[in-house]
């Protein structure tokens, strides 16, 4: 399950000057406000993301940096805060001064091919930092390009295809849509299938903010984030296989739970167990529930092609001593009661919270956050060159903060289909949440 890195593999990358990539055609110049969920400390980050791309003789004589480049360019058209600078107005508000600036863009070479990078291909990645170059200076949350992009062509022919958002502009589902437009328009669309829509008002505070439900992810918690020092990187793939054996841990009415729930209790679990906390310590786990999808979201429903911020993130809450020695169905019943409370009034009622209460970050302090990215259609995101070997987020967690992961849809070399599940923890933590992993699921057998 726990999946290896080609720790040796060590490569150079050519990189040329950074430039600054405008729309093609002119675009209004306005000033955009964010939504109140949008503009939260806790989405004020970068997040990277990264596809991997074979050789195809169909496009033979064309470079995917000039294809990739001009379709950028055209995207942008439709796209164009993106292009932009986001700014922060009185009381932290963020907003975005839409003015043609552009998105920063990197060419690049590397000598080394994608079969190098071994046969299933999963963060971390090596040499990740050449891959998606921040240059000095371009990654603040304020007055900094919204978008980096940085295209690698490889010895093989291959290339891979870098992306660093600016989180408070999108989410997930949004970023995806924006991928999916460029692709598009690289392919040889005049404009993209789903055309973008901003009514970032929809997710705003109400007139007279009401705060109706329970935010556990918003309580100010006293204690020690996890060291940011000696942190380790590794993957681990969930297929039919990992998913049966733990089943065969549930009581009978249970055995029918989402792989979802069951995955994401089961981490949380092996997680608490590996940093050794405080029995009586409260745990926090998170997800991230999207106003686009689940019955009684929003109504009306967000319109097709939003693509801000529609996430919130309800929290189930443990003392880490029960979590840990609780059979595995005690987290797994924690994660549907919180799954179960959100509906379009949960939505509302986090806006006007965080409006409230000068929007704050979600609480990091023993916290644990899991985002579903399996079916956002990374991997089928096709620029001419067919789909991705691997594509979507690059790293685990979130700016600074380590506790939180995703999981990525994945087809594994021996064709099973699962999820790829990265992690970050201090080295000793993370042989000890390996161990736990192992421990459960053979002890599933």
Known sequence: ??????????????????????????????????????????????????????????????????????ALAQTLVFYYPFAGRLKEGEGRKLMVDCNEEGVMFIEADADVTLQQFGVDLHPPFPCFEELLY????????????????????????????????????????????????????????????????????????????????????????????????NIVHRSFFFGPTEISSLRTLLPQNLTQSTSFDLVTAYLWQCRTKALELDPQDDVRLMFLANARMGRDRFNPPLPKGFYGNAVVFPTAVSLAGELCESPLEYGLELVRKAKDVVNGEYFHSVADLLVTRGRPSFTTVRSFIVADFSRLGFKDVDFGWGKAVYAGPALSGLGTFQGFTFYVGYTNSKGEEGRIVPVCLPQESMEKFTKELDLLLNNAH
């Open 1 to 70: 399950m726990a999946l290896q890195t080609p720790s040796n593999l060590v490569f150079t990358v050519r990189r040329r000057q950074p430039e600054l990539i405008t729309p093609a055609k002119p675009t209004p110049h306005e000033v955009k406000l964010l939504s109140d969920i949008d503009d939260q400390a806790g989405l004020r980050a970068q997040t990277p993301f990264v596809h991997f791309y074979r050789p195809e003789p169909s496009m033979a004589g064309k470079d995917p940096v000039k294809v990739i480049r001009e």
């Open 134 to 229: 921040s240059p000095p200076g371009s990654d603040g949350n304020l007055h900094s390009p919204i978008l980096l992009i940085q295209v690698t062509r490889l010895k093989c022919g291959g290339f891979i295809f870098g992306l660093r958002m600016n989180h408070s502009m999108s989410d997930g589902p949004g970023i995806a849509q924006f991928i999916n437009a460029l692709a598009e328009i690289a392919k040889g669309a005049t404009e993209p299938s789903i055309q973008p829509v901003w009514h970032r008002e929809r997710l705003n505070a109400r007139d007279s903010p009401n705060i109706t439900c329970t935010h556990h992810e918003y309580d100010e918690v006293v204690g020690k984030p996890i060291p940011s020092t």
